[in-house]
C-alpha cells in the first residue's frame, strides 16, 4: 500500500522557519522524483519545488528560490523541505508528491494529504 505522510507543519511569524516532511512507503522511493506542492485557499496547487530521482539540481518556484530548500533522504524514503524567511504569503497546504514516468502517457503518481502551514503574526 502506498503512503506518503507529511509532518512539519504548524504556525509561525513572518521571518520564521519550519521543516516539513514526507515519509513514504510502499513504493521504490528512489526510482522516484519527487516534489512540494502547495494549495492556498482560493488558488489553485502549485509547484513549490522538485528533485529527480538522481537527486540532481533541485527546481524551485520563483516566489521561494532562496529561502526554501528541498532534499531527500532515500535510505530512509523520506522528502524535506526546510522554509526559511517565511512570508504570509507562504500560508497554505503543503502536499508531498512522488512521481515516475513508466510509458510517453503513463506514470505513476503519488500524493500526501497535506500539512498546513500558516504564516501569521
Known amino acids: 500500500q502506498v503512503q506518503l505522510v507529511e509532518s512539519g507543519g504548524g504556525l509561525v511569524q513572518p521571518g520564521g522557519s519550519l521543516s516539513l516532511s514526507c515519509v513514504t512507503s510502499?513504493?521504490?522511493?528512489?526510482?522516484?522524483?519527487v516534489s512540494w506542492y502547495r494549495q492556498a485557499p482560493g488558488k489553485e496547487r502549485e509547484l513549490v519545488a522538485a528533485i529527480s530521482a538522481a537527486g540532481g539540481n533541485p527546481n524551485y518556484a520563483d516566489s521561494v528560490k532562496g529561502r526554501f530548500t528541498i532534499s531527500r533522504d532515500d535510505a530512509k524514503n523520506t522528502m524535506y523541505l526546510q522554509m526559511n524567511s517565511l512570508k504570509p504569503e507562504d500560508t497554505a497546504v503543503y502536499y508531498c508528491?512522488?512521481?515516475?514516468?513508466?510509458?510517453?502517457?503513463?506514470?505513476?503518481?503519488?500524493w500526501g494529504r497535506g500539512t498546513q502551514v500558516t504564516v501569521s503574526s
Open positions: 508528491n512522488a512521481a515516475r514516468s513508466v510509458t510517453p502517457v503513463f506514470k505513476y503518481n503519488y
Open positions: 510502499g513504493f521504490t522511493f528512489n526510482t522516484f522524483d
